[in-house]
């Protein structure tokens, strides 16, 4: 069974800075062989693509918005993905969700199998 858990979420002023971690777990989850994304949801919204990594880390992808602001890496052998969130709008505050994908490098949430519970970001003017 598969467990991504998030974690560093917070509260913080408008252009501050979070990191968030993601670890993975599970018998049957090879992470260093999965694409890891981020994503999204503010309250009565859609869920948003926000960045995503291949498994090695060679390639990344961000939302425009996102672009020069965050950051995604990982660590394959701490099974952990991160979000550098810097110069942070009102406008992020969302739960963010971390997801896993043995498809490629895809930006659709449709194509991630593993999902994380959440984790709050609360950005305040």
């Known amino acids: 069974q598969v467990q991504l858990v998030e974690s560093g979420g917070g509260l913080v002023q408008a252009g501050g800075s979070l990191r968030l971690s993601c670890t993975a777990s599970?018998?049957?989850?090879?992470?260093?062989?999965?694409?890891m994304g981020w994503f999204r949801q503010a309250p009565g919204k859609e869920k948003e693509f926000v960045a995503v990594i291949n498994w090695t880390g060679s390639t990344t992808y961000y939302a425009d918005s996102m672009k020069g602001r965050f950051t995604i890496s990982r660590d394959n052998a701490k099974n952990t993905v991160y979000l550098q969130m810097n110069n942070l709008k009102p406008e992020d505050t969302a739960v963010y969700y971390c997801a896993g994908s043995r498809i490629g490098v895809p930006r659709d949430p449709a194509d991630f199998g593993s999902w994380g519970q959440g984790t709050q970001v609360t950005v305040s003017s």
């Open positions: 599970g018998r049957t989850f090879i992470f260093s062989r999965t694409a």
